[in-house]
């Protein structure tokens, strides 16, 4: 019933920065939490940042300061806009999402992910 797209990745220099950007579309009532995963080779999967639909937030520690996540409700749209990018935030990134999709199901979805590279 949900759709997660995600868009904005790709290969950036050290210190560089990116805009990732995440799209629901389908049929659902409301969306909650939405937020960014990051996967890097050989690791688990760790959370990036959340964002609730109200506006707070939470970051990992590892990018407090470089990186901000926003939302636009009204284009069911979550984003992260990563700066000072470094080697080590080389990964798949991950758009989730915590959807109420009728008046008895709450679900998690997860988007296809788009690759960072952070290279020179």
């Known amino acids: 019933q949900v759709q997660l797209v995600e868009s904005g990745g790709g290969l950036v220099q050290p210190g560089g920065s990116l805009r990732l950007s995440c799209a629901a579309s389908g049929t659902f009532l409301v969306i909650n939490v939405m937020g960014w995963y990051r996967q890097a080779p050989g690791k688990q999967r760790e959370l990036v940042a959340t964002i609730s639909s109200g506006g707070s937030t939470n970051y990992a520690d590892s990018v407090k300061g470089r990186f901000t996540i926003s939302r636009d409700n009204a284009k069911n749209t979550v984003y992260l806009q990563m700066s000072d990018l470094k080697p080590e935030d080389t990964a798949v990134y991950y758009c989730?999402?915590?959807?109420?999709?009728?008046?008895?199901?709450?679900?998690?979805?997860w988007g296809q992910g788009t690759q960072v590279t952070v290279s020179s």
């Open positions: 989730t999402a915590n959807v109420l999709v009728s008046l008895f199901a709450l679900n998690d979805y």
